[in-house]
Nanobody, 123 residues
Framework: QVQLVESAGGLVQAGGSLRLSCAASGDTFTFYTMAWFRQAPGKERDFVAAISQTGRTTNYADSVKGRFTISRDNGENTVYLQMNSLRPEDTAAYYC????????????????WGRGTQVTVSS
C-alpha cells in the first residue's frame, strides 16, 4: 500500500495563505482517492477535502469551501492543499489520507494516513 509524507506546515497570520503537499510512494498513486483531514487540540479528526483518482471530482467540508483547494499531480505522486484566507479556527494538525477506489463523498473509510503536519494561524 501507499506511504504518505506531508510537507512541513507553518505559522501564518489570519488572512494569509499556505500550501501543504503530501508525497505518496510504494504503490500506484492513481489507484487512490486522496484526502486531507485536520485535528485541533481536544477535538476529533475532521474531514477537510478529497479528490478522486483522476482529479476530476472533489469534495470539501463546508467550513473550507471557497477558501481551500485540493489538487493532485499524478505524474509527481503528490496531492496538495492550497489554503487561502486562513482563520485562527483553521489551526490544527493536518493529515493526508488515502484509500483505494473510494468515492470522494465517503469521508469515513480512509485507511492510510500520513503523520500529520501542524498549521497555526495567528489572529
Amino acid at each position: 500500500q501507499v506511504q504518505l509524507v506531508e510537507s512541513a506546515g507553518g505559522l501564518v497570520q489570519a488572512g494569509g495563505s499556505l500550501r501543504l503537499s503530501c508525497a505518496a510512494s510504494g504503490d500506484t498513486f492513481t489507484f487512490y482517492t486522496m484526502a486531507w483531514f485536520r485535528q485541533a487540540p481536544g477535538k476529533e479528526r475532521d474531514f477537510v477535502a478529497a479528490i478522486s483518482q483522476t482529479g476530476r471530482t472533489t469534495n470539501y467540508a463546508d467550513s473550507v469551501k471557497g477558501r481551500f483547494t485540493i489538487s493532485r499531480d499524478n505524474g509527481e505522486n503528490t496531492v496538495y492543499l492550497q489554503m487561502n484566507s486562513l482563520r485562527p479556527e483553521d489551526t490544527a494538525a493536518y493529515y493526508c489520507a488515502a484509500r483505494r477506489l473510494l468515492s470522494v463523498f465517503d469521508t469515513s473509510k480512509y485507511n492510510i494516513w500520513g503523520r500529520g503536519t501542524q498549521v497555526t494561524v495567528s489572529s
